[in-house]
């Protein structure tokens, strides 16, 4: 595929140039709105529909598809490129400061990526998942602290004086790892081992680990539920807690455990994410006034209350009585010591009232015994 070899030749401009069309086609009002926003610290999200991108070119949808870590980072570039470019065409760059925590935000739902290939249950996640684009459902089961995390550092190499950025990696528990030579390349290929920190360079971000469970209702008879832990960063943090069943889109990952002599490293499964959907907020396109709502709760309580005893007529204080027993009830102990159901106390009760209605109908007038 074409969006392979320009991922593996590294050669990504085609690729970020078709994406800023994208944004600039697409997505124009979220960066005029990024544009327009006076916050510099803040972290901007741009969520984009895969299934849009799909029909725009399916070229970029699939390298993002089968190497999502890779192509996530240069769209993030790309966003805070296309500000400069927005800035220009429409002529006041001057005023307008571009945002440098810009992030774009993958939404899965009604694209080709909601299949069982793709979006698997947590307790069938496997090896040959890991490295693509994934989508997860699951209850939040527990919720983490928000932490500062270290994300980006400078180095400055000693021979050629070129500077690069160095990421630290979540798997092996934020570790970083300078390369084992000078990374850049120019006119001269430098060979140069020795690296030196640039003071003041180091960028953190927001960060938080949760951890979702298998919704119960889809689950076989008999099933463990499983659970896998989500890593949070920046606008993604603190938006979930813990009992929200949520759609989780990233990336699966493995966390290294500690390094000890004679001891096996395990790997804890995790998943990056790139995008959170909260499913129990979801509301419907039509909007019911509150006065319908209510109409339709007192019509839908008397359906329910016509079927209890059809044949007696009337009666609906009663009924109702019986029914919410039915529903909230507890056992009922007099004062001799004798437990009893609550309907049937309610039942004596009613008809205690009837026979005392009786009798003293009776008494007034003997002829009137008809009830």
């Given at each position: 595929?074409?969006?392979?070899?320009?991922?593996?030749?590294?050669?990504?401009?085609?690729?970020?140039?078709?994406?800023?069309?994208?944004?600039?086609?697409?997505?124009?009002?979220?960066?005029?709105?990024?544009?327009?926003?006076?916050?510099?610290?803040?972290?901007?999200?741009?969520?984009?529909?895969?299934?849009?991108?799909?029909?725009?070119?399916?070229?970029?949808?699939?390298?993002?598809?089968?190497?999502?870590?890779?192509?996530?980072?240069?769209?993030?570039?790309?966003?805070?490129?296309?500000?400069?470019?927005?800035?220009?065409?429409?002529?006041?760059?001057?005023?307008?400061?571009?945002?440098?925590?810009?992030?774009?935000?993958?939404?899965?739902?009604?694209?080709?990526?909601?299949?069982?290939?793709?979006?698997?249950?947590?307790?069938?996640?496997?090896?040959?998942?890991?490295?693509?684009?994934?989508?997860?459902?699951?209850?939040?089961?527990?919720?983490?602290?928000?932490?500062?995390?270290?994300?980006?550092?400078?180095?400055?190499?000693?021979?050629?004086?070129?500077?690069?950025?160095?990421?630290?990696?979540?798997?092996?528990?934020?570790?970083?790892?300078?390369?084992?030579?000078?990374?850049?390349?120019?006119?001269?290929?430098?060979?140069?081992?020795?690296?030196?920190?640039?003071?003041?360079?180091?960028?953190?971000?927001?960060?938080?680990?949760?951890?979702?469970?298998?919704?119960?209702?889809?689950?076989?008879?008999?099933?463990?539920?499983?659970?896998?832990?989500?890593?949070?960063?920046?606008?993604?943090?603190?938006?979930?807690?813990?009992?929200?069943?949520?759609?989780?889109?990233?990336?699966?990952?493995?966390?290294?455990?500690?390094?000890?002599?004679?001891?096996?490293?395990?790997?804890?499964?995790?998943?990056i994410a790139n995008h959170v959907r909260r499913t129990?907020?979801?509301?419907?396109?039509?909007?019911?006034?509150?006065?319908?709502?209510?109409?339709?709760?007192?019509?839908?309580?008397?359906?329910?209350?016509?079927?209890?005893?059809?044949?007696?007529?009337?009666?609906?204080?009663?009924?109702?009585?019986?029914?919410?027993?039915?529903?909230?009830?507890?056992?009922?102990?007099?004062?001799?010591?004798?437990?009893?159901?609550?309907?049937?106390?309610?039942?004596?009760?009613?008809?205690?009232?009837?026979?005392?209605?009786?009798?003293?109908?009776?008494?007034?007038?003997?002829?009137?015994?008809?009830?």
């Open positions: 595929m074409r969006a392979m070899e320009l991922a593996s030749t590294e050669n990504t401009d085609d690729i970020e140039q078709a994406f800023e069309r994208f944004l600039i086609d697409r997505h124009l009002p979220s960066l005029r709105s990024i544009l327009i926003s006076d916050d510099l610290t803040q972290h901007y999200p741009i969520l984009i529909d895969f299934a849009e991108l799909v029909d725009y070119d399916p070229t970029v949808a699939y390298g993002l598809f089968s190497q999502p870590s890779k192509l996530l980072y240069l769209f993030d570039k790309v966003a805070r490129r296309s500000q400069n470019t927005v800035a220009r065409t429409v002529g006041i760059d001057g005023y307008w400061k571009v945002k440098q925590f810009v992030h774009v935000r993958i939404n899965v739902t009604g694209s080709p990526l909601e299949f069982p290939e793709t979006f698997p249950s947590i307790g069938r996640l496997r090896v040959k998942h890991r490295g693509i684009l994934l989508t997860v459902k699951g209850t939040v089961i527990r919720t983490g602290a928000i932490k500062m995390i270290e994300r980006e550092r400078v180095y400055e190499c000693r021979k050629c004086r070129q500077r690069f950025e160095v990421w630290p990696e979540l798997e092996s528990g934020n570790a970083i790892k300078l390369p084992l030579f000078c990374p850049l390349r120019g006119s001269k290929t430098c060979d140069g081992t020795s690296f030196q920190f640039v003071p003041d360079s180091i960028v953190c971000h927001d960060y938080q680990e949760i951890k979702i469970q298998e919704c119960m209702q889809v689950l076989e008879v008999g099933s463990i539920p499983r659970s896998i832990p989500i890593i949070l960063m920046d606008d993604l943090v603190d938006v979930v807690k813990a009992g929200d069943d949520v759609i989780v889109t990233g990336v699966l990952s493995a966390k290294w455990s500690s390094d000890l002599k004679d001891v096996r490293c395990d790997l804890d499964p995790m998943i129990n907020e979801l509301r419907s396109e039509i909007e019911i006034p509150d006065d319908a709502i209510k109409s339709l709760r007192s019509s839908g309580r008397n359906v329910i209350l016509q079927g209890i005893c059809p044949q007696v007529f009337g009666l609906f204080t009663v009924k109702l009585a019986v029914a919410l027993t039915l529903i909230g009830g507890v056992q009922h102990v007099d004062a001799s010591g004798t437990k009893d159901e609550n309907v049937t106390s309610v039942v004596k009760k009613y008809i205690l009232v009837k026979v005392r209605r009786r009798l003293s109908r009776e008494y007034i007038d003997p002829k009137d015994t008809c009830e």
